[in-house]
Nanobody, 125 residues
């Protein structure tokens, strides 16, 4: 079956950096666009960015553009998100997700079929 296993995350002070990873198995990785979502305490899950199946196209929401970088290594079936200049408002549980299409779509949750288990990122001021 399809599995997305996340790692990384943790606690960091404002201005610091973290890297999230998401290893996929049970699917043809390069045929899937990959997205990152997050859910802050007391809020709904929000789309933050995505990358196309072959990694040539990325999209970032305004909240993370210029600070976070999404990349993938298809040889390793792995998705990454490098998070720099972290802010307290970035505190959330972060989820990776796989979309069974080469392009990342519009960022709606229903476009993504498979989800990672989530990983906590906490940024203190």
């Amino acid at each position: 079956q399809v599995q997305l296993v996340q790692s990384g995350g943790g606690q960091v002070q404002a201005g610091g950096s973290l890297r999230l990873s998401c290893v996929a198995s049970g699917l043809t990785f390069e045929n899937h666009a990959m997205g990152w979502f997050r859910q802050a305490p007391g809020k709904g899950r929000e789309f933050v960015g995505a990358i196309s199946g072959i990694g040539t196209s990325t999209y970032y929401t305004d909240s993370i553009r210029g600070r976070f970088t999404i990349s993938r290594d298809n040889a390793k079936n792995t998705l990454y998100m490098q998070m720099n200049t972290l802010k307290p408002e970035d505190t959330a549980v972060y989820y990776c997700a796989a979309r069974p299409a080469p392009h990342y779509g519009l960022g709606y949750e229903f476009e993504y079929s498979y989800w990672g288990q989530g990983t906590q990122v906490t940024v203190s001021s």
